[in-house]
């Protein structure tokens, strides 16, 4: 992937608010996600990015989980004895990356995961967020969901802590982190789901203020063609 900053600053006017939320595995960043998209009133996209990027490929939507961000990360995009498996994963993350970029430029939403805080970078209403908590929470959080010990819960954190961070560094050409740039970071252990909800919301009502105002300036400051001439 190549670098594509514009030199120029954008009108924000322009560009819908989109949020885009990483998330450290066992954090609930996907509950979340769907309470904040229920709170604000816009969508949030997950699988459905996976159901877009299918369609586009041509495949099942079995076949592009298979390489979705876990599998892709840790079984196909990183052992040289699978160059199959790495151009396979390669192309499926392109479609989910055409998908990103087409909803992140069409509307106001909510998407999770699967890079689009480096994908979306371009955007200025871009409010890129990480849902996190520390380690022995959300291993915690993982045992009790899944009824499982606290060892394979711990196993399975890790694991697929680690399978995310190697997705971000693979896809972006170790250009960004999971953890990189984020203008909010919140925490489930300190605040519970709902705190997280209420402190994106308030970061999302602030830009779409931010953008509205925007529009209003540069409505007014377009004259109006038939306006009559004084004389």
Known sequence: MTENFSEVSPDISTYPVVIAIARDFGA????????????????????????????????????????????????????????????????????????????????????????????????????????????????????????????????????????REMFYKRYSASKWTLHAGKDVVVNRARFGRQGCVDILAAAYRTKLAAVERARAERSASVAPEDAPVAE
């Open 28 to 163: 609930e960043g996907h509950e979340i996600g769907k309470m904040l998209s229920v709170e604000l009133g816009i969508p949030l996209y997950d699988n459905e990015v996976l159901v877009r990027a299918a369609m586009r490929a041509g495949v099942t939507t079995d076949q592009i989980a298979a390489y979705d961000e876990s599998l892709a990360a840790e079984v196909a995009a990183f052992l040289p004895d699978r160059v199959d498996a790495r151009s396979v994963a390669d192309k499926l993350f392109k479609q989910m990356e055409g998908v990103i970029r087409d909803l992140g430029s069409s509307e106001s939403c909510i998407i999770e995961g699967r890079l689009s805080d480096y994908i979306l970078r371009d955007n200025p209403n871009l409010i890129t967020v990480l849902v996190t908590a520390p380690l022995e929470a959300r291993i915690e959080i993982v045992r009790s969901k899944r009824d499982i010990s606290e060892k394979k819960a711990r196993k399975l954190v890790k694991r697929m802590q680690r399978a």
